[in-house]
């Protein structure tokens, strides 16, 4: 994988210095003491020179022409930075926005000459979220790469880092807002977050050695991701369309892990050469390399193997890179395994992606040049990696949600802007009297590129899904009116937005039709306390009536949603499950389906051989569970049959059932095997 890395303010500038001095590393240098450009260029932005200096002083790795200062003739920075607020940053690169697409081209051009390179495969805009210059410009350029490359050539992939809480609130407050400018600004395919509080959380080195560290981290683990200089001797690499397929479909947050570890398998005595090969194939038992190598998996979704505090079960894609070492081979069955495992235990499908160390290079260390600084940024780990000793994992985790750093951070800037926005009119008698005010965080706290675009998509997308989750929750309730307020809010849960085609738009008067916006919303309610969840589909079109511009950007005001079509949103699978269960169920009651889900004692769900349905009638709340089997499904009643199973445990009659419920049997079961159990055991025949 090629790219251009755009590097914005001082943390994005050092992240991306980490990531070019590891490709001079591994690549050395050219005739003319320049670093080898084999996978990535770089440009650097800021608005003061003071932060370019640190910045590989020698021009090694990022030449003085990849350095570009903005904002100069904007009277808020004049070259002498934005003073830690990220609009000030934002209306910087706004000012400059010709000259960072001149740069930007320029270095398209000399990659192009580049036999090495000739072109690139994406763009990378990097920054540390919580200063200003970085967090502001990141949104802008991503426009300015939008606006001159078409999607389908340079996908554009943000990469930023959140500040730690040691930081304080003022860089609470910048880092979160940034965080939501960033997520809003469409122009992005996927933004990849990591934060100083994630896997380095427990360093207490002095402020150079922490960030050198994490930075060297950082890029060692994206190297990987992106597939390393892997050429010619692999199974199945990465490329661009994992990357981008694994983000686009998750959506929102993504974060990374990374594990390196020493495996080896096991030789026999006087034996040199590892067992695990074709020639020795029952030396060892069968799946052992399996085995191992999902215990690793295991270990990188540690949060402490994570760049960001976060639990791994609640991404709904992930893509899984497993590079294997000399003295640990490992093989495409094994890492498709081990993508099973993971596919098991969080919301989605899983990529995965096999490395051969054999056409790997990859140098962290300073065997070749003395590049790294040998007692901040070299560690035993980085030698091992670079004799290609060690295998390496990266997991890319998309859709993540519920992550605790960055509600921490919304709560800092709730304090922050509560302060800087001083208090006027009844607010101020309000809070004099101590009393309740609501105070909520809103529009102001968008950065200007927001405002500068109208950002019309995100607040007609916006609108449209609380329109929809106001419906969700009063069909929720008419659903199952026994289910607490708090929970239901708790629970309701977004899971899929797309824009519905013009053909559904264009059935609008021509008057309106360009302000017209449909949407297709997909929403689910998981309730935990039974393991079920029930979903609805809704499209619904949101119809703009007028536009003002104010200080804060462009307000729009909105005609009643018309809701085109709503109905259940399960998969194929589930729709069986809600038809069999209701097929059998008592009529007489008004029943509908409040949840399905997989039986609640299950270790894996891949196989999902039993359901547990929760059913609503008039009159009570009851629980069956649909049993996959051939030819036709067995549903059993809560009351009644699992009762009865569950006293008869002891029974060798009815372990059968237990090793479905467990997912310890293999193969879909027979109906008239499971009819012949209920049968002894005394229950009565369907």
Known sequence: MKALLIGCGEGGSRLTEAIMKIQCATFGCNGEGKSVKKQFDAIVINTTNDDFEDIDKSG???????????GTGYSETSGHGSGGDPRIGTLAANHDWGRIAAKIEEVLSDINRNPDMNDIDAFFVISALGGGSGSGMGPVIAKVLKDHYFESQYPVIGIVTLPPKEEGQLHAYNGYISLQSWLKESNFDGIITISLGGKFRNYRD??????????????????????????????????????????????????????????????????????????????LPEGWETDK?????????????LFLPVDFKTARTALLVVKDSPTFKVTHGAVQEAGNWLERNIKGHVRTADINHLGFRLITDNSKEKLFH???????????????????????????????????????AEKVIRF????????????TLGLSIGEKIDSTMLLPCSSERDNEAAQSQSRATTEALTRFMEDLRKVDDT???????????????????????????????????????????????????????????VIEHEKTRTEIGTRITWENSEFIQEGPGWNAREQRVAVDVLGVVDRSGNPRIAGIGPYPACSGFAKKFVYRVRVRSDTEVAYYYWVDAYPEAVVLSEKEDMEAIRRASGSSDVAYFFDLLYERENEVPSTEKIDQVRKNIGLREE
Do not use: W
């Open 206 to 283: 002095e402020s150079l050695k922490y960030y050198s560290k994490f930075n060297k981290a950082v890029a060692t683990s994206l190297y990987i991701l992106f597939g390393g200089e892997a050429t010619g001797k692999k199974s199945s690499n990465v490329d661009m369309n994992d990357l981008l397929s694994t983000i686009r479909e998750g959506g929102g947050l993504c974060t990374i892990g990374h594990l390196s570890t020493k495996i080896t398998t096991p030789v026999r005595e006087k034996v040199q050469t590892p067992v695990l090969t074709h020639e020795e194939p029952d030396s």
């Open 420 to 431: 800087t926005n001083p208090s006027r009119g009844e607010r101020l008698l309000a809070e």
């Open 374 to 412: 040998e007692e901040y940024e070299v560690s035993p780990e980085d030698v091992e990696l670079s004799n290609n000793e060690t295998v390496e994992i990266v997991l890319l985790l998309s859709g993540i949600s519920n992550v605790q750093a960055i509600q921490k951070m919304r709560e800092s």
């Open 483 to 541: 289910i607490p307020e708090e929970r239901i809010r708790k629970g309701v849960q977004v899971i899929d937005i797309q824009n519905i085609p013009d053909v559904i738009t264009c059935e609008r008067p021509e008057m309106i039709r360009d302000n017209a916006h449909c949407y297709r919303i997909s929403l689910a309610f998981r309730n935990h306390i039974d393991a079920t969840h029930l979903r609805r589909d809704y499209v619904l079109r």
């Open 293 to 305: 190598l999902i215990k690793a998996v295991e270990r990188v979704c540690n949060s402490n193997n």
């Open 60 to 70: 090694l790795f990022i030449d003085g022409k990849r350095k570009l200062l903005i």
